[in-house]
């Protein structure tokens, strides 16, 4: 396995039809639906095939999830999925879309209103009763906050409104507002949607092979069959780290990313890796994860950040900085909690394979997520960006308010394919955290699978759930 992860991508002519057909059956692609990267490895067209089915022999091995459910190589093209979802599905208003956005930054302006006029001590004389409260502030303008980072995610998508020009103008500034590069994040992102569920060109949770999580603990790879249980203890430090710090070690280090930097169109990518003083960030316009073109939106990425710190010195230095950490920093800290709870969960699942380049196409990619249920804070305040990532992977230009819609009419031509978690609901939702988190340590393939089937891997882990991983000889 670990020899097939280092081989070289191949380079095989476009001949996807189902891809090709797809472009000339939708509305108007963006950027990020059809970004012009490099068009010998990036490109729509060139995606589904350079790393696609060419030569590879067809098999008919058995192949099981993480629970140990049959599992089938997704069919569906791309072309059906864009035939049926309903013509003004694709229609995006400028209008609606800034009244969502209008919304979301009137429920963070009045929660703060009403909590530092009311939350005083001559109102609450309890010093202990004041501390729970504020605490609950930053737990709603965490939620509020999510919203409209959400809403700059359609920007960045051409989704929210059919002008590239608001769009752009719209998602800097509500980014930058909450600490988010724009454009690099944009860029990165778009990328991610190219390469969903490929374990060489990912851009986010790309999961580790048998041989990296063995190193990760200090083991061999075949060692891992014969390791005890992970303590629960180990894995919620883990967990925890994740949702404090995830989101700005991904920015800052890269971390989750993938780690072929080496295969960087331009060059830019040698001897750059992921981690600390490795080359791999979203800020610096020389990072492998740009092309020399992305240069002036990086910086003007990094010139919202700028306006944004300055902002905050001056609120903290005027008004006092365990304000402002009350204030933003909390809930701050609770937005990149839900971004990266609502990522990791997008696309860490025991149902969901992973794949090797030559058993992976875009349909496949896209496939490989999941469908989760929040209630009524994930399809009113998050605005549906848990309930319907499946379609998103296949039409990121559908805004969220016709999500739903265009999700109901995708599942009969997906099928057995289309996958959803909805049990319990909000609750089940965050159950899901730990369970993923203890099931869904590393990926490799069947046990005795063959041809295509070799290069689709699925979850394993050490603490005896599911699967149990192969036996591998010293």
Same mark, same amino acid.
């Given at each position: 396995?670990?020899?097939t992860?280092?081989?070289?991508l191949s380079?095989?002519?476009?001949?996807d039809?189902?891809?090709?057909?797809s472009?000339?059956?939708?509305?108007?692609s963006?950027?990020?639906?059809?970004?012009a990267?490099s068009?010998?490895?990036t490109? /729509?067209?060139?995606l589904?095939?350079?790393?696609?089915?060419?030569?590879?022999k067809?098999?008919t091995?058995?192949?099981?999830?993480?629970?140990?459910a049959?599992?089938?190589i997704?069919d569906?093209?791309?072309?059906?999925?864009?035939?049926a979802i309903?013509?003004?599905?694709?229609e995006?208003? &400028?209008?609606?879309g800034?009244?969502?956005v209008a919304?979301?930054?009137?429920c963070?302006?009045?929660?703060?209103a009403?909590?530092?006029h009311y939350?005083?001590?001559?109102?609450v004389?309890?010093m202990?009763?004041?501390?729970l409260?504020?605490?609950l502030?930053t737990l709603v303008?965490g939620?509020?906050g999510?919203g409209?980072?959400?809403?700059?995610?359609?920007?960045?998508?051409?989704?929210?409104?059919p002008?590239?020009?608001?769009?752009?103008t719209v998602? !800097?500034v509500c980014?930058?507002?909450?600490?988010?590069?724009?454009?690099?994040?944009?860029?990165?992102?778009?990328?991610?949607?190219k390469?969903?569920?490929h374990?060489e060109?990912?851009m986010?949770?790309?999961p580790?092979s048998?041989?990296e999580?063995?190193?990760?603990v200090?083991r061999l790879?075949?060692e /891992?069959?014969e390791?005890?249980?992970?303590?629960?203890?180990?894995?919620?430090?883990h967990?925890?780290?994740?949702q404090?710090?995830?989101?700005l070690?991904y920015?800052?280090?890269n971390v989750?990313?993938?780690n072929?930097h080496?295969?960087?169109?331009?060059?830019?990518?040698?001897?750059?890796?992921n981690? !600390?003083?490795g080359?791999v960030?979203h800020?610096?316009?020389?990072?492998? /994860?740009?092309?020399?073109?992305?240069?002036?939106?990086?910086?003007?990425?990094?010139?919202g950040l700028?306006?944004?710190?300055?902002?905050l010195?001056?609120?903290g230095?005027n008004?006092? !900085?365990?304000?402002?950490?009350? !204030?933003?920093f909390?809930?701050?800290?609770?937005?990149n909690?839900? /971004?990266?709870?609502i990522?990791?969960?997008?696309?860490t699942?025991?149902?969901?394979?992973?794949?090797?380049?030559g058993?992976?196409?875009?349909?496949?990619?896209?496939?490989?997520?999941?469908?989760?249920e929040?209630?009524?804070?994930?399809?009113?305040l998050?605005h549906?960006?848990?309930?319907?990532?499946?379609?998103h992977?296949?039409?990121?230009?559908?805004?969220?308010?016709?999500a739903?819609?265009a999700?109901?009419?995708?599942?009969?031509?997906?099928g057995?394919h289309?996958r959803?978690?909805t049990?319990?609901?909000?609750?089940g939702?965050l159950?899901?955290l730990w369970?993923?988190?203890?099931?869904?340590?590393?990926v490799?393939?069947?046990?005795?699978?063959? &041809?295509?089937?070799?290069?689709?891997?699925?979850?394993?882990?050490?603490?005896?759930?599911?699967?149990a991983?192969?036996?591998?000889?010293?």
């Amino acid at each position: 396995m670990a020899a097939t992860r280092k081989s070289a991508l191949s380079r095989v002519a476009s001949t996807d039809p189902a891809l090709a057909a797809s472009s000339s059956s939708s509305v108007a692609s963006s950027p990020l639906d059809t970004p012009a990267l490099s068009p010998s490895s990036t490109s /729509l067209s060139s995606l589904g095939s350079m790393d696609g089915q060419d030569g590879v022999k067809s098999t008919t091995t058995k192949l099981f999830d993480t629970n140990g459910a049959e599992f089938e190589i997704p069919d569906v093209t791309v072309k059906q999925i864009r035939d049926a979802i309903p013509a003004h599905c694709h229609e995006r208003s &400028g209008a609606r879309g800034l009244a969502y956005v209008a919304r979301d930054i009137a429920c963070l302006g009045t929660t703060f209103a009403l909590f530092h006029h009311y939350l005083t001590p001559e109102n609450v004389p309890s010093m202990p009763a004041r501390a729970l409260l504020w605490g609950l502030y930053t737990l709603v303008q965490g939620l509020f906050g999510t919203g409209l980072w959400v809403l700059a995610h359609e920007c960045g998508h051409q989704s929210f409104s059919p002008s590239k020009t608001l769009n752009d103008t719209v998602g !800097w500034v509500c980014h930058s507002a909450l600490l988010v590069p724009y454009f690099s994040w944009k860029i990165s992102h778009g990328k991610h949607h190219k390469a969903t569920g490929h374990v060489e060109r990912d851009m986010v949770f790309v999961p580790k092979s048998r041989d990296e999580y063995a190193s990760r603990v200090g083991r061999l790879a075949h060692e /891992l069959s014969e390791l005890a249980e992970e303590t629960p203890i180990f894995t919620a430090g883990h967990l925890i780290g994740q949702q404090l710090v995830g989101w700005l070690l991904y920015l800052t280090l890269n971390v989750t990313g993938h780690n072929c930097h080496q295969r960087q169109p331009e060059g830019r990518g040698k001897g750059k890796r992921n981690g !600390w003083f490795g080359g791999v960030n979203h800020f610096d316009s020389n990072s492998p /994860l740009y092309e020399a073109k992305d240069g002036k939106l990086i910086l003007l990425s990094d010139l919202g950040l700028l306006i944004t710190s300055s902002v905050l010195f001056y609120i903290g230095k005027n008004f006092g !900085w365990a304000n402002l950490a009350v !204030w933003y920093f909390l809930p701050y800290l609770w937005v990149n909690h839900w /971004l990266v709870a609502i990522t990791f969960l997008q696309h860490t699942d025991p149902t969901l394979p992973h794949y090797e380049p030559g058993s992976w196409n875009f349909a496949r990619g896209a496939a490989a997520t999941i469908d989760r249920e929040f209630g009524f804070i994930g399809r009113h305040l998050f605005h549906g960006i848990i309930e319907t990532h499946v379609l998103h992977h296949f039409v990121s230009t559908i805004p969220f308010y016709n999500a739903d819609e265009a999700t109901e009419a995708i599942k009969p031509v997906m099928g057995r394919h289309y996958r959803s978690n909805t049990e319990g609901g909000p609750l089940g939702f965050l159950k899901s955290l730990w369970s993923s988190a203890r099931t869904c340590q590393w990926v490799e393939p069947m046990e005795g699978a063959e &041809g295509e089937a070799k290069g689709v891997l699925f979850f394993r882990n050490r603490n005896g759930l599911g699967m149990a991983p192969q036996v591998l000889k010293a």
